[in-house]
T-cell receptor, first 112, second 114 residues
Framework: QKEVEQDPGPLSVPEGAIVSLNCTYS??????FMWYRQYSRKGPELLMY??SSGNKEDGRFTAQVDKSSKYISLFIRDSQPSDSATYLC????????????WGAGTKLIIKP | NAGVMQNPRHLVRRRGQEARLRCSPM?????VYWYRQLPEEGLKFMVY????????ESGMPKERFSAEFPKEGPSILRIQQVVRGDSAAYFC????????????FGQGTRLTVV
């Protein structure tokens, strides 16, 4: 079993829709949960991160962590064509805070 | 303040040749991380370096791969005697402190072994 599972997609939705992207993880010791956006042929760009359970909002993006079920989500409201990219979740704990464990990434396509 | 600079962006090597990938961290950053990304896969940690020191190379293959981050100049990831399976995108990230929440990624070097 992979430490972090993420559906590769692609996920195709119309412009303006609410997008839900998800990852599951296996190690309950993980503490930090991060979401990156990666455009084609570019490096990952950190969108937001959360520590422990709960929600965190930043503009149109909301990150949610449910540690009891080892499930993390990224919601995008009012999706735009410019949001089309691959979204990767990454997780780590402070015992090894430079060894990010990455999901495979979900390719998101927003249709105008 | 320029971001993390990686070069070359694309590198083609024949089997058996050496590949050298360079990473210049952001100004003021002394921590560098190298990752490898295969198609349709997430990034895999390779090595973590600070100036003149390898902190953790547990993700790097024991043979043919090496990394350095000298006092002056960029960090170098070196792959000797490349094989087709080394074809991938190699990303470098840098940070000022030790936390990944502060790390910024470069554009990557896409290595193709023919």
């Amino acid at each position: 079993q992979k430490e972090v599972e993420q559906d590769p997609g692609p996920l195709s939705v119309p412009e303006g829709a609410i997008v839900s992207l998800n990852c599951t993880y296996s190690n309950s010791a993980f503490q930090y949960f991060m979401w990156y956006r990666q455009y084609s042929r570019k490096g990952p760009e950190l969108l937001m991160y959360t520590y422990s359970s709960g929600n965190k909002e930043d503009g149109r993006f909301t990150a949610q962590v449910d540690k009891s079920s080892k499930y993390i989500s990224l919601f995008i409201r009012d999706s735009q064509p410019s949001d089309s990219a691959t979204y990767l979740c990454a997780i780590f704990n402070m015992d090894s805070n430079y060894q990010l464990i990455w999901g495979a990434g979900t390719k998101l396509i927003i249709k105008p | 303040n320029a971001g993390v600079m990686q070069n070359p962006r694309h590198l083609v090597r024949r089997r058996g040749q050496e590949a050298r990938l360079r990473c210049s961290p952001m100004k003021g950053h002394s921590h560098v991380y190298w990752y490898r990304q295969l198609p349709e896969e997430g990034l895999k940690f390779m090595v973590y370096l600070q100036k003149e020191n390898i902190i953790d190379e547990s993700g790097m293959p024991k043979e043919r791969f090496s990394a350095e981050f000298p006092k002056e100049g960029p960090s170098i990831l070196r792959i000797q005697q490349v094989v087709r399976g080394d074809s991938a995108a190699y990303f470098c990230a840098s940070s000022e402190g030790t936390s990944n929440t502060e790390a910024f990624f470069g554009q990557g070097t896409r290595l193709t072994v023919v």
